[in-house]
């Protein structure tokens, strides 16, 4: 995985003048982007570990921008110069439960139970070509991130078994998080018989009590009319840049597939609380996503449907783990 993330850095950073030169000119775009992404390992038949997620958001218009933050943006060093600038807002929760709910003292050598329950603030910088983002997560872990009752409420709706180890989960905790990522839209795109396919490459990192890690991917798409997007929407991990979308044509649609690799120096589902003694498991430093799906705009609506399936998060674990994301985004 590392020698994976070093090569992808090393041609992402050779390749970058040249996509920049790819960018193309157009006026601000006054819509303004709502989009909420549900989450849920019940998609994938199964009901463990990244239990659910759920994520409502809103991308303003470009029109729309304070002036003091379109400087701001300017004097970022990783934001190109002459980007289109929206703000970006958030509001989600994540629930993490061990693989067997129905203990009333939870397996010490599986993962906590755990919510996070956050806003976000971010500005988003596209040029057509490249996006940049960069977004502070905040909100509190444990009992006040409501994840008990969300979780119980849930599976009585839908007929799940009830959890019982609830009264084991991390303490209550606040939590920040600054990320960053970059993505590189169509390095290789060509577009044969009126069909299209394109290559998204993406770098990125987070610092925080919640996650501090490194980020590198990529995600192939073919389709017809490939909409101005840069993939779908999710709520873990969620950064403002993938609520963007800017049609060009009425009807569009993308079958896509993608990996991304981490390399984790902190992630508090699984180490713990920062301070004080509370459930923990032993994490591995490196880990995966392999993720497909489709997505589908209509006019000023979108939709997604993305697969996730994952490695093993800690030492022990088994086996990784699957789950399934929902998203709908609509323009006004």
């Not at 994976?4 to 006054?30: F, N, V, Y």
């Amino acid at each position: 995985m590392r020698a994976i993330c070093r090569t992808g850095a090393a041609l992402l950073w050779l390749l970058a003048p040249l996509h920049a030169s790819m960018a193309a000119e157009r006026l601000k775009d006054d819509g303004g982007i709502f989009s909420l992404s549900v989450e849920n390992d019940l998609f994938a038949g199964t009901d463990r570990h990244y239990s659910s997620g759920i994520r409502l958001s809103y991308l303003s218009a470009e029109s729309d921008l304070p002036k003091w933050i379109e400087d701001a943006a300017d004097a970022f060093p990783l934001f190109t110069l002459g980007g289109k600038r929206r703000v970006g807002f958030a509001l989600g929760q994540t629930l993490y439960t061990p693989r067997d709910i129905a203990r009333n003292i939870p397996d010490e050598r599986d993962r906590p139970y755990a919510g996070w329950l956050f806003g976000s603030i971010g500005v988003v910088s596209e040029t057509g070509a490249q996006i940049d983002v960069i977004q502070l997560d905040f909100g509190v872990v444990g009992p006040e991130s409501q994840a008990e009752r969300t979780q119980k409420f849930v599976h009585k709706i839908v007929g799940s078994d009830k959890p019982f180890g609830w009264d084991h989960q991390l303490h209550n905790e606040p939590g920040l998080m600054l990320a960053y990522q970059r993505k590189w839209r169509g390095l290789y795109e060509f577009s044969p018989f009126g069909w299209g396919a394109d290559i998204t490459p993406h770098l990125g990192g987070s610092v925080g009590n919640i996650a501090t890690q490194l980020v590198a991917g990529a995600m192939l798409r073919i389709g017809y009319d490939l909409p101005a997007d840069y993939g779908a929407p999710r709520v873990r991990p969620s950064l403002a840049g993938g609520d963007y979308f800017l049609p060009r044509r009425d009807f569009g649609w993308y079958l896509f597939a993608g990996i991304e690799g981490r390399a984790v120096a902190h992630n508090i589902f699984l180490d713990g609380n920062t301070f004080g003694t509370s459930p923990s498991v032993d994490k591995k430093p490196f880990v995966g996503d392999l993720q497909f799906g489709v997505a589908a705009n209509f006019a000023n609506m979108r939709i997604a449907y993305t697969h996730v399936l994952a490695t093993e998060e800690f030492h022990g674990q088994g086996r990784g783990d699957a789950y399934g994301s929902f998203s709908f985004s609509f323009r006004f």
